[in-house]
């Protein structure tokens, strides 16, 4: 009996019925458990937009807090907003949209300063207008760059006179934890509060090695450590607010034209 149970066959057999079991298991779970996944990395993105603006209450479950934005979309060559459906503006994918050649354009080495290489044609943005009274009270714009080791994804969030900083933050990166992963530290966020992204019309807003001047409008202290984390973050945001990003847009929106 024992001999039979040594047998190299019915080793072989054992480990490969424990193999095929387990894999299943694994891949069973995976699929099941993906919409949840899915769902998890939504209200995360929604959390972190509902953040940028400054107005988020953990008490509160997201999906509602969200209610209170409305999403639309901007097409960037103009700066103005697309006429789409509900159902279009809900469906579309930035991050997808960037990665099709068909929905987005190739950035000259010389324009792509947040190392993006492709950017979409369309980018979401989210207005909240928390008096109702019909003129947004924030604007919420997504954000993206190079760090060290990864991209960062996040958002920042206008004040309505499309100057004045409301919040700022990353819902996805891969930087290292206590170095360029400080751009988490909820201290570091808030000192982007209240900053100004434009000093007569250009980008001045950047993170300045060594901590900013006291009273610096622009400035935000830069990441101890991580000066090259740092860096991204400056050129993403310099990218982003700048031309090519939105301040067509937000011209459009400062000079009532949408
Ligand atoms: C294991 C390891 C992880 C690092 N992670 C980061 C990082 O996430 N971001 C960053 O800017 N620098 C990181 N650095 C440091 C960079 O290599 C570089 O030294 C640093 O950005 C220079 O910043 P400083 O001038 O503020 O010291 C890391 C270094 C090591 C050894």
């Known amino acids: 009996m024992s001999s039979n149970n040594d047998s190299i ?3 072989l057999t054992v480990a490969l019925s424990l193999c095929i079991v387990c894999s299943v298991v694994v891949s069973g779970a995976a699929v099941s458990l993906r919409s949840q996944q899915q769902f998890n ?4 993105r929604k959390r972190n937009i509902v953040q940028a603006a400054g107005v988020y209450d953990a008490a509160k479950p997201i999906t509602e807090q969200f209610k209170q934005f409305e999403t639309r979309v901007v097409d960037l060559s103009t700066g103005l907003y697309v006429d789409w459906s509900d159902e279009e503006i809900a469906a579309y994918d930035q991050r997808k949209a960037a990665s099709e050649p068909a929905t987005s354009r190739q950035l000259d080495k010389s ?16 207005l909240y207008d928390g008096n109702q009274d019909g003129e947004a009270d924030r604007v919420v714009l997504p954000i993206h760059g190079y ?13 309505s006179d499309v100057n004045t ?24 966020k808030a000192q982007w509060v209240g900053k100004n992204v434009y000093d007569d019309g250009e980008v001045a807003l950047r993170l300045v090695k060594g901590g900013a001047a006291p009273g610096d409008r622009y400035g935000v202290d830069g990441l101890a450590g991580a000066t090259l984390t ?10 982003w607010m700048g ?13 009532g034209k949408i």
């Open 9 to 11: 066959k019915k080793t």
């Open 230 to 239: 740092g860096r991204g973050v400056s050129n993403l945001v310099n990218f």
């Open 147 to 159: 760090g060290l080791w990864s991209t960062l994804y996040g958002f920042m969030a206008l004040e």
């Open 243 to 255: 031309d090519s990003g939105f301040s067509g847009y937000l011209t459009n929106l400062k000079e």
């Open 111 to 126: 324009e792509d300063i947040a190392s993006i290489r492709r950017q979409a044609n369309y980018a979401s943005v989210y």
């Open 165 to 188: 900083v409301a919040g700022l933050t990353f819902y996805s990166h891969a930087e290292t934890p206590g170095l360029g992963g400080e751009v988490d530290n909820p201290a570091w």
């Open 41 to 44: 990395a939504e209200a995360e």
